[in-house]
């Protein structure tokens, strides 16, 4: 988070990776991840390579094992976006070379790391900190969760029945001796929170689920109302893209109290603290 923070506030540039490739494997659509690690992978001299299935021997059914061998052989890091945790887990094992998750089904870490560091800039000391998550017990709630075991700040947590985030992670968690609290109530999960969290209820791949789940998470709207349960100067946040009129109000996502265009940009320090930290 310092390191972060020190490379924000000096416009870090370096040729830590000087003569390296970084392969970027994306298999879902993505703005801010491909586009911070390009940009934060071009500021520590590296070449980026962008991959998808579809312009790839992936989509023609080579299989993920061999391809793990094969990128390992000519790059130096891989940053993949994909569905299953598994296939992550796959690369790890097959490849050779460092692997970092931009995004499954079941985690979004940097994303939540540079969210962290957008709270940490308004709020240094993180135990003194309540976030709020309302809405889809999904990847950045599973990465919110994990989050809470190594940073202890609070997090109280409201899904509708039957949205709730993995079972086992949260277990874990609280074995760990995190500060969680779950409910189906948002407006006790907002109470007193500082920073309120949301995400879009159908996540990448889910598209087919979305009419369900628009009944599903009725009254989960984070909407001026639900604000007000919020401590006084409370902030906003979504990791982006945001659906207006759904997860989050147009008055709210454009109110002063918004800092979602602050944690996007933090994504470009955070992920050039994450290269540091794999690089040095
Ligand atoms: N927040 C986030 O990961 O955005 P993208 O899907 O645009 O990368
Ligand atoms: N939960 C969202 C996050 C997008 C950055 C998704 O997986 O689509």
Excluded at 73 to 86: H, K, L
Excluded at 215 to 221: C, I, N, P, R, V
Aim: some cysteine; glycine content about 6%.
């Amino acid at each position: 988070m310092v390191r972060a923070k020190e490379m924000k506030d000096t416009d870090f540039r370096s040729d830590l990776m000087q003569g390296k490739t970084a392969i970027l494997l994306f298999e879902k659509a993505s703005t801010r991840t491909r586009v911070s690690f390009e940009t934060a992978l071009f500021h520590l001299g590296a070449k980026t390579i962008f991959m998808t299935p579809a312009e790839s021997q992936l989509g023609r059914s080579e299989p993920l094992k061999d391809t793990a061998r094969v990128l390992s052989r000519y790059n130096d890091c891989m940053i993949v976006r994909t569905f299953g945790q598994e296939k992550i887990d796959e690369l790890v094992r097959y490849g050779t070379i460092p692997v970092v998750n931009a995004l499954t089904d079941q985690g979004h870490p940097c994303q939540v790391m540079s969210d962290l560091l957008t709270i940490y800039e308004r709020t240094p000391d993180l135990s003194k900190v309540r976030v709020a998550w309302i809405g889809d017990g999904n990847n950045m709630a599973n990465s919110w969760i994990e989050a809470a075991i190594y940073f202890r700040f609070e997090l109280f947590m409201a899904f509708p029945q039957g949205y709730e985030p993995d079972k086992s992670l949260l277990t874990l968690a609280l074995q760990a001796g995190a500060k969680i609290f779950c409910t189906n109530d948002p407006q006790m999960a907002i109470d007193g929170a500082h920073y309120v969290n949301t995400d879009v209820w159908a996540s990448m791949g889910q598209e087919a689920e979305q009419k369900r789940r628009e009944k599903a998470f009725a009254g989960f709207m984070v909407d001026e109302q639900l604000m007000k349960y919020a401590a006084a100067d409370a902030k906003f946040m979504h990791c982006l893209p945001a659906h207006r009129g759904e997860e989050v109000s147009e008055g709210v996502f454009e109110s002063p109290a918004s800092i979602v265009f602050d944690q996007a940009e933090n994504r470009l320090h955070m992920q050039k603290a994450i290269l540091e930290w794999i690089f040095s």
